[in-house]
């Protein structure tokens, strides 16, 4: 790969070569740089700038003026009020009276962590490899005693635990259901196109039609389902009332465009292992269920376990679905990071709306980056 | 008709390659004269490739010069140094026809199309694949295919041809019968040329010069026959010929040659504790067991056609002798060889020298 | 083992067994047969009811719609245009005449929206047919997005597949410096962006100028690349506030220019990813011939490479479209009129004081969806040979 053009120097043309400059061989000289400057220049200004702009934004309280924007520094009062302050609870959730449950579960979680990490100390991790351990394991125990604290304390979750709901539960769903569609459609089956493209299609559907398709069709009153929420009694019933009900409505709208993403790529993928393999199985007796746990399966773990980060890092940005289906109702029950940064936004808190959004950022990072380093690294290690 | 032109020469001058902390060649220094067809022989991962892409400047090398027409081109761009080259994959563009693929280079030279096409049709006629213009690559058999690279090698009049293992992609008769044709294009066009290869019959074949590489380093740069008949080293001897020299592991005491139950006398003096007798197979004779001057059991016969080829073991060496095609014997025989006297090789077995 | 074990004979199994037994190897049993095809035609019916529901809505009145749920056109309801009616003939921009001076301006608004902000883009008709201008947006933007995207990922791509970079740690470091002190010299200190954004790059060239050669660490092609395809864990919402903010100070805010290119921000990493797997497993002695040939790089990208990546770049390219096409977020921002794209016209369907116009909304999620679900099937057929898979084996 090495070629000579790196170490082409101007003045080295070769006495004997009658060779001018032209504009056309300065430009081929600094193609390398041409090549990559436009994507790292974009990527510069309207991605890295930005984020870090919205650093000065979360750590201000910002105002219009006449001039334009008036920034005044306040430290980290922003992500305070999200911890501590006016907002912990739309943000946190109510965590003020923890349960006993609660209280077990996040000790059992922190033990666990603290094992977890002695452990990995004991096998002679790297300090870099450790502080990356302690960073993913404080996340854990965090957000186990968030859970203790809400869910099994009785009391209401903020949108952090909300959006890691629709991240953990959706990829989950949507990995078990996406995988057996391929499994199924990767079987000696009559009509496997059709219903590959078919199944294709709600992937490319644009998030916001999923979203009033769906609120549509499971319309109590005017839905197509009527009848049937009639007969069970629920015609008084609204979506936007349960907190339960609607978070897995917005769920049930994720998973409908997401499984086939999974789909069609875990279908690939078992498509390409080796023919042979599977033939020697059937050979020897081995049933579909077999060949797939026995044979298969062990071969496509890389794929599967990047498909999953994949989709978890998109899963993190949800925001059109619960703003369509449910507005974030009822109260805040299914609005995400995103959501409510937008909102915030709207009601001209920059400060906060930047704030939770790189909060968000902070979440989706730890979680992505522990995911890849301890599953996909892993998997990907042990094929090699 | 392509006109003969006059070659340039190409000088390495100290060539050194390093991959990180692998040594790929050492000091390579050879220096082929204008028109002439060298040929890099040496084994898998000897270097050879990497030599030739230092010459082409697709590699840099790590210290050393190259030369080519007397020019210093070692930090020059590839395209400048006016050298083509015929990849062991041919690398043709899949997306051309073969008439797009051979006017390439000339395209990127800006040539009018009118000129280019003529010339096109030239090399295109020059290697027999006229009627094959319009195709593209993957609708060509394997011979084809390698006489479209030529036609693109040779369609832009280099000063030099670079040959990677051009044939190894072809079976065993077409090879035959493709380097004769490289042969004869290679005379009258009278281009330098540096070929690649790991085989030796293609580089007996085909070379006026051989240059022999072993990890790295250059072990012989000779004609042909001078490095079948006079080898440099334990190392060329052993690489040329088929079947290879045979070896007897011994002591060379006062110009004579002693290993177990055997002792040869030689033209060469000294005496060395350690020392390796080498002698082709077709300057053994096999003889009644009390006359030749190594003894031994037949370990294996093998009737190749045109003569059969007797393995006699000897000591810890197995000797291989050409015998002819009528010779009979059972295996476990005890049987005696006789050596053509001036047709007798002594290396020093510690370093792998000639004994002279 | 006991010979019942093997039974030859198929009259000798029992009835279980013949149910439960693949007839063949490569084939399924009958049971398995069953519980397949109707686990396959049970989510077929999932992923299509939406999608009908939405399609008939589309052609029902406000009576259909709120008189409760009417399933089949022409036997449970009579379908009727009127929800396309409120879009075009009750549209009193929606003539032919309008669109048609539309057309002229685009023509000279094509070049200019690419000049933007320094030409400035001819006002369009001022009042069009709304589905016409939200439909005509989004193709404008998804196309130059796309074409955009696509452009400048693959260079990027190429380059990292086959140059080395060699960028110094070091003067990284410092253009984080840097842009940090400009971001805060700005917003606090109240300097101009233009001002300090030209001493901050001034500075940096020569600070690495001066000092780069001192700097030991440097990146490589892999720090780059996981640097690139890692922006798009990046959520939407950190970046949007201050790209707000900076297309507000150089007026790119509701144009087609200021979306085209976050939209091609935002899916760069994707079409780096995908594009980067095609040229790393192209054989480089190709390359390596049109070089020695006298090939310029980028004769050799634009002859060579992408010839060869041809299916591989059609995929991306229609997957970028589709996400683009989609795109939501950024238009809600970015665009508040004369920009407005589909999804924003949708989504405007909500607001109304009658709550929802089903009848009205589903019509324009039909002209949305329909484009794309013909762009589905075609990328399906790529993904099924297999097109995009190289990425994702890592
Ligand atoms: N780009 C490279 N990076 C690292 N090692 C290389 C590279 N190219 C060649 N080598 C090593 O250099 C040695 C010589 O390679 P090569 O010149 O291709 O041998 P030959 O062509 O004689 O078979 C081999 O051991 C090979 O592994
Ligand atoms: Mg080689």
């Not at chain 3, 399933?71 to 005449?97: E, G, K, M, T």
């Amino acid at each position: 790969m090495a070629v000579a053009n790196e170490t082409y120097q101007p003045g080295t043309t070769p006495a004997g070569l009658a060779f001018r400059e032209s504009w056309a061989e300065w430009f081929d000289r600094h193609s390398r740089t041409f090549f990559i400057a436009p994507a790292v220049t974009l990527i510069l200004i309207f991605a890295i700038f930005p984020t870090f702009y919205s650093i000065v934004f979360a750590l201000s309280r910002v105002r219009f003026s006449a001039t334009g924007l008036r920034f005044r520094f306040v430290w980290f009062d922003n992500f305070l009020a999200q911890f501590s302050g006016n907002e912990q609870t739309h943000f946190l959730g109510r965590t003020t009276e923890i349960g006993i449950f609660g209280a077990i579960f996040a000790l059992a979680c922190l033990i666990a962590a603290l094992w977890w990490l002695y452990k990995s100390y004991r096998n002679g991790a790297t300090w870099v490899g450790m502080t990356g351990r302690v960073i993913s394991a404080a996340m854990f125990v965090f957000v186990a005693f968030l859970l203790g604290a809400t869910l099994l304390s009785g009391n209401p979750w903020g949108t952090l635990l909300t959006t890691l709901f629709y991240v953990i539960v959706g990829c989950t769903l949507q990995f078990i259901i996406g995988t057996a569609l391929a499994f199924l459609c990767s079987q000696p089956i009559a009509g496997k196109s059709f219903f590959r493209v078919l199944f294709f299609i709600p992937l490319m559907i644009t998030p916001l039609g999923v979203g009033y398709a769906f609120k549509m069709v499971l319309d109590i009153t005017k839905g197509p389902l009527q009848p049937l929420w009639d007969y069970v009694g629920l015609q008084n019933w609204a979506w936007s009332t349960d907190a339960w009900a609607a978070r897995w409505f917005v769920i049930l709208g994720d998973s409908w465009q997401w499984i086939p993403f999974i789909f069609i790529v875990m279908l690939a993928a078992l498509e390409t292992v080796p023919k042979d393999h599977v033939e020697a199985a059937q050979v020897d007796g081995a049933s579909s269920i077999q060949i797939f746990r026995e044979i298969t399966w062990p071969q496509i773990v890389p794929v599967a376990v990047t498909v999953i980060l994949i989709r978890m890092i998109e899963a993190f940005k949800i925001v059109d679905l619960p703003n369509i289906m449910t507005s974030g109702g009822p109260g805040i029950a299914t609005e995400s990071m995103t959501l409510h940064s937008y909102f915030l936004w709207r009601a001209n808190d920059m400060g906060s709306s930047a704030a939770v959004a790189y909060l968000l950022l902070i979440l989706t990072v730890v979680v992505c980056a522990s995911f890849f380093n301890y599953v996909v690294l892993g998997q990907l290690r042990k094929v090699k | 008709m392509v006109s003969a032109t006059t070659g340039v020469p190409v000088n390495f001058e100290g060539i050194e390659k390093s991959f990180g902390a692998v040594r790929v060649l050492e000091e390579l220094s050879l220096k082929v004269a204008p028109g002439e067809f060298l040929v890099l022989l040496g084994a898998s991962g000897s270097g050879k490739t990497t030599a030739l892409r230092i010459l082409a400047g697709l590699e840099t090398a790590s210290s050393g010069r190259v030369l080519i027409g007397g020019r210093d081109v070692t930090d020059i761009l590839p395209k400048y140094r006016d050298v083509s080259m015929v990849f062991q994959s041919y690398a043709l563009y899949p997306h051309k026809t073969v008439a797009e693929n051979i006017g390439f280079p000339l395209k990127v030279r800006k040539v009018p199309t009118a000129e280019r096409d003529v010339a096109v049709k030239e090399a295109a006629s020059q290697v027999q694949i006229d009627m094959l213009l319009d195709r593209y690559p993957r609708q060509l058999s394997g011979g084809q295919r390698q006489r479209v690279a030529l036609a693109r090698a040779m369609v832009r009049r280099p000063s030099v041809f670079l040959m990677d293992e051009p044939l190894s992609n072809l079976d065993a008769k077409l090879r035959g019968h493709m380097r004769a044709e490289l042969k004869h294009m290679q005379s009258t066009l009278g281009t330098t040329t540096i070929y690649v290869t790991h085989d030796q019959i293609e580089a007996m074949t085909l070379a006026h010069r051989v240059a022999i590489l072993e990890k790295g380093v250059l072990q012989q740069l000779d004609t042909p026959a001078k490095i079948y008949n006079d080898p440099a080293n334990l190392f060329v001897a052993q690489f040329i010929g088929s079947p290879p020299m045979n070896v007897v592991h011994g002591s060379l005491e006062a110009s004579a040659f002693k290993t177990t139950g055997a002792s040869v006398s030689l033209p060469v003096s000294g005496s060395i504790a350690k020392a390796i007798l080498g002698v082709r197979p077709e300057d053994c004779a096999v003889v009644a067991p009390s006359k030749g001057n190594i003894r031994g059991e037949i370990y294996a016969v093998e009737l190749i056609g045109d003569h059969t080829l007797v393995t006699v073991k000897t000591g810890a060496d197995m000797l291989t002798v050409k015998a002819s095609k009528e010779f009979s014997g059972a295996i476990g025989e005890n049987i005696g060889i006789s050596v053509v006297k001036d047709r007798l090789f002594v290396f020093d077995a510690a370093t792998g020298a000639r004994v002279r | 083992m006991s010979d019942t074990a093997f039974r030859f004979d198929k009259a000798e199994r029992s009835l279980m067994e013949r149910l439960f037994e693949p007839p063949a190897v490569g084939r399924m049993s009958p049971v398995a047969k069953v519980v397949a095809y109707s686990l396959l035609v049970f989510w077929a019916i999932f992923v299509i009811f939406p999608i009908y529901w939405v399609v008939i809505t589309a052609f029902k009145d406000a009576a259909a719609v709120n008189q409760g749920p009417f399933y089949i056109p022409f036997v449970d309801f009579q379908p009727n245009l009127d929800a396309w009616r409120v879009h075009i003939s009750s549209d009193p921009y929606c003539d032919v005449y309008a669109i048609g001076r539309q057309f002229v301006l685009y023509a000279y608004n094509s070049v200019a929206f690419i000049l933007s902000p320094v030409v400035s883009i001819q006002p369009m008709e001022p009042q069009i047919c709304k589905l016409y201008l939200a439909f005509s947006n989004s193709l404008v933007i998804g196309i130059a997005a796309t074409a955009l995207c696509v452009t400048i990922g693959s260079m990027a791509a190429y380059a990292l597949a086959r140059v080395q970079y060699k960028p110094k740690f070091g003067n990284v470091v410092v253009f984080v410096v840097l842009t940090l002190l400009m971001i805060v010299a700005t917003s606090y200190a109240g300097i101009p962006w233009y001002f300090s954004a030209a001493v901050a790059l001034a500075l940096f060239f020569l600070l690495a100028r001066a000092f780069g050669k001192h700097f030991k660490a440097s990146l490589s092609n892999g720090d780059i690349l996981f640097w690139m395809i890692s922006q798009r864990i990046l959520p939407p919402i950190v970046v949007i506030i201050p790209v707000y903010m900076m297309f507000q100070s150089v007026g790119l805010l509701d144009t087609h220019l200021g979306l085209i290119i976050i939209y091609a921000v935002a899916n760069l990493p994707i079409v780096v990813w995908l594009m980067h797997d095609f040229f790393a497993s192209l054989p480089i002695e190709l390359e390596e011939s049109a070089q020695l040939d006298g090939c310029t790089r980028f004769g050799i990208f634009w002859e060579i490479v992408l010839p060869l990546t041809r299916p591989g770049l059609a995929a991306t390219t229609l997957l970028t479209l589709i996400l683009n096409w989609n795109e939501y977020l950024f238009a809600v921002f970015l665009s508040t009129s004369k920009a407005q794209t589909m999804p924003i016209m949708v989504a405007a369907k909500n607001a109304g004081e009658k709550g929802i116009l089903w009848w009205e909304m589903c019509a324009v999620i039909v002209v949305m969806i329909i484009p794309v679900i013909i762009m589905a099937i075609i990328l399906q057929r790529f993904i099924s040979k297999g097109v995009l898979m190289g990425a994702v084996k890592g």
